[in-house]
């Protein structure tokens, strides 16, 4: 091997590392600029209002903003927007509660609650299910039945709905997920309370759909971590902690069970069945049949004979108000969205999920479930959806960059394990009631609400029996309560009076 050879070799190899360090220093220097990228300055909103609630004037203050959630080292990942209402003028905040509030899906934003419930203004649907909510403009009302002369209220927007994302380093994979929301959601209510110097105020949460499987997990978490936080009580709206119970699919044992008074509830709605009694004795009548009667049945499958499978049958169709025959081919078991499709199929209409009273013009008479989606949902979510932006733009003089995502694509993307990840963890429904069990006997004073719709058709209110009558929950401390409506039942507005009245009694109730 000669002399130049070798430098040649070696002039090579000194290129090769200087373009290896070049590319190096580059690739620092660009993540270096990546970490270095400025984070906007949380943006925060405030005004001031006066209202009557409870037939009491209140004077309080909206805080529209953003909160930053810090990792260990100190640096902001992610971005959860509140709306918060606080009385003014508390010398004593030792007797001024204060609740935080949102909604579910995973994926929902607050509106639902806020402009539906909770909010002082609220937007006004067909209280009868009978009309579309249309296009705009949208009717915003004095909400006559507000609590903000009992509680302040905090409305939140969990990490990818509403305004709220991870900024800096953060990973949308740290927040969406069971555990990890609840993880979040308890850290940004520890800081919220410390901000505010309320440590020493009575806590609420009221959670709505999978915002109740939330707050089980929340209330959990909150009595953990080295700062525990005992709440005074939760309010379940629809609530869905075991979702073996609100989850129909086919041989889901416990499903068939838990949905079958609400399906002879909307059958009895709709003069399907059930007409000779109040919707109560019919309802009582279906809880009796399904505990005494249909359990054994299912669980003796096929065991049954000709003439057992035959009984079983006619007594669903007095319940349902389907045809024995359709009930026998499906094998004495009825999946909801065929329920959706099936009752009045003879008027060429489909009935909502969240909401059985709701009815949708399908284009397709005969596919399997309704093929336009619920009209329980696509019925009223432009109103809400308006409404909450002009009441931020016009009201709250909220001016963001970004719009609010009522309901954000991440369903599919979230992460329902319990358990960290390498931990054994067979597949199995999700259930929070647990949880809530063990913190309610941890916590002697807390107490729950859990109000259902008869016609809820996706959390039934025989699945809110079901899960509370096990699962270590202390039963009584918890109050049970019903309505003619749905999943939302305040867009009826007999219900709406109702709920708020059982909620300013529960929240009073020492």
Known sequence: MTKQYLTTIMNKKILVLAVALCSATVFSQEKKEEAAKPIPEAKSFVTTHQGTFGNTTIKYKA????????????????????????????????????????????????????????????????????EDDGAAPYELVTNN?????????????????????????????????????????????????TENKRWNSPKYIAGESYGTTRAAAVANVLEDEGQSMALNGLILISQALDYAGSTSTHYNITSYLTYLPSMAATAWYHKKAGQSKTLEAFVEEARDFTYNTYAPALYKGSLLSAAEENSIAEKLSYFTGLDKTYILRSNNRILMHRFQKNLLADQGLAIGRLDGRFMGDDADDVSEGPSLGDPSSYQIDAAYTAALNHYFAETLKVEMDRPYLISGQIGGKWRWKPVPDGSYWEPMPVNTAGMLGETMRRNPDMKVLVASGYYDLICPFFDAEYTFSRNGIVSERVTLTYYEAGHMMYVHQPDLVKVAKDIRDFLSKK
């Open 63 to 130: 805080t529209a903003s953003e909160t930053y959630l810090k990792d260990d080292d100190g640096n902001p990942v992610a971005s959860i927007w509140s709306t918060a209402y606080t009385k003014d003028n508390v010398t004593n905040t030792s007797n001024r509660p204060v609740t935080f509030v949102f909604n579910g899906g995973p994926g929902s934003a607050s509106v639902w609650l806020h402009m539906g419930l909770f909010g002082p203004q609220l937007v006004k649907v067909d209280s009868d299910a009978k």
């Open 145 to 193: 039945y507000g609590i903000l002369d009992l509680t302040d209220l905090v409305f939140i927007d969990p990490v990818g709905t509403g305004y709220s994302r991870v900024i800096g380093k953060g990973k949308v994979e740290d927040y969406w997920g069971l555990m990890e929301d609840a993880n979040s959601v308890a850290k940004f209510m520890r800081q919220w309370i």
